[in-house]
């Protein structure tokens, strides 16, 4: 199963409709966490929001997360050991208020099990490469890791 996400408070009609292009050819199911936008996907499950405790069960049992470049679902990704596609939101098609996820997606790029596709075009084949990764295996440093642990556990418990 492949998860779409792209965070509750804005629409990604960008992103949605490339994946609900591609849903077909996927070869397995495809659910989204469309937000507030405007586009009705035809060819995958999609929800406006999905509650927080669904929305692990699912991340859960997904092979693959497609998304905003929001931190929150990156950390969640590692969290769960999923790969990620990253799709960030765009000043220039209106879809944020400035780049900062453009900024966050070149600063992951290159990360064990992070993937980005700046437009709709690099999509499938970045969905291709993530399926393929275990990113379980990917080597992580002592560091990464108990940095991963204290950021996990602030935001689940709000204490460091």
Not at 6 to 34: C, N, T, Y
Not at 61 to 89: E, N, S, Y
């Amino acid at each position: 199963m492949i998860l779409v996400t792209v965070g509750m408070q804005l629409g990604f009609d960008r992103l949605i409709e490339a994946m609900d292009r591609l849903a077909p050819s996927l070869g397995q199911e495809v659910i989204a966490q469309v937000g507030r936008g405007e586009y009705t996907p035809q060819n995958m499950e999609a929800r406006i929001s999905i509650a927080p405790a669904e929305f692990e069960q699912l991340v859960a049992r997904c092979q693959l997360i497609v998304a905003h470049a929001g931190i929150g679902t990156v950390l969640t990704a590692q969290r769960f050991d999923k790969p990620i596609v990253l799709v960030p939101r765009q000043f220039e098609y209106s879809e944020h208020r400035n780049d900062h996820q453009i900024a966050t997606a070149r600063h992951l790029e290159g990360r064990p099990g992070v993937l980005i596709a700046m437009e709709e075009g690099e999509l499938e084949a970045k969905i291709a490469q993530g399926l393929a990764i275990n990113v379980a295996d990917a080597p992580v440093s002592a560091t990464a890791a108990q940095l991963h642990q204290a950021i996990g556990s602030f935001i689940e418990t709000g204490k460091l």
